[in-house]
């Protein structure tokens, strides 16, 4: 079974022995740990950790010459076949400063995709929500961010106008 699996299988033990509702995941945590119902192995562990740490790396941010807020930290993910054949993810991570350009524009395409994708899953689970669970009006959501990036440009070039006035 993957460990996958077997978490969303310990949810369901919580949501059925302790709460029917929205689940909180520190809660289903903190009931697993103290039930026993989960402790990682030395590899759950490993992969816990790194986890951690590329969140860490994702939540990096400096400003540039222009008073930008960027990410310092960037990632590409590459799949490779171990001697059977088995598909191996491997994530690897580049300071901005020192990235080369083809590592930024594969991490950039990277992040692109996986935005799209999850534009993608709110699509299909906002229209089955509408369609089979939703008693009132449908929800709507616009998947078109042009509007979301113009406001956000203005307030930085707000931004930099305040600051060049004072």
Same mark, same amino acid.
């Given at each position: 079974m993957s460990y996958n699996k077997k978490i969303l299988e310990l949810v369901e033990t919580y949501r059925r022995e302790v709460a029917d509702g929205a689940l909180n995941p520190r809660e289903i945590a903190a009931y697993m740990i103290r039930e026993q119902k989960w402790e990682p192995s030395l590899k759950e562990a490993m992969s816990i950790l790194a986890e951690d740490i590329s969140n860490a790396l994702r939540t990096q941010y400096g400003y540039d010459s222009r008073g930008r807020r960027v990410r310092r930290k960037h990632s590409v993910r590459h799949v490779t076949r171990d001697a059977e054949g088995n598909a191996k993810q491997m994530v690897l991570w580049y300071d901005i400063e020192i990235a080369p350009p083809q590592f930024m524009f594969e991490s950039f395409q990277q992040r692109r995709g996986a935005i799209a994708d999850d534009c993608w899953q709110l699509k299909q689970d906002v229209d089955s929500y509408n369609? /089979?669970? /939703?008693? =009132? =009006?449908?929800?709507?959501?616009?998947?078109?961010f042009s509007e979301d990036m113009e406001e956000r440009q203005a307030d930085l070039d707000d931004g930099e106008s305040g600051a060049q006035a004072a």
């Open positions: 369609e /089979n669970y /939703n008693k =009132a =009006a449908p929800i709507q959501v616009m998947l078109d």
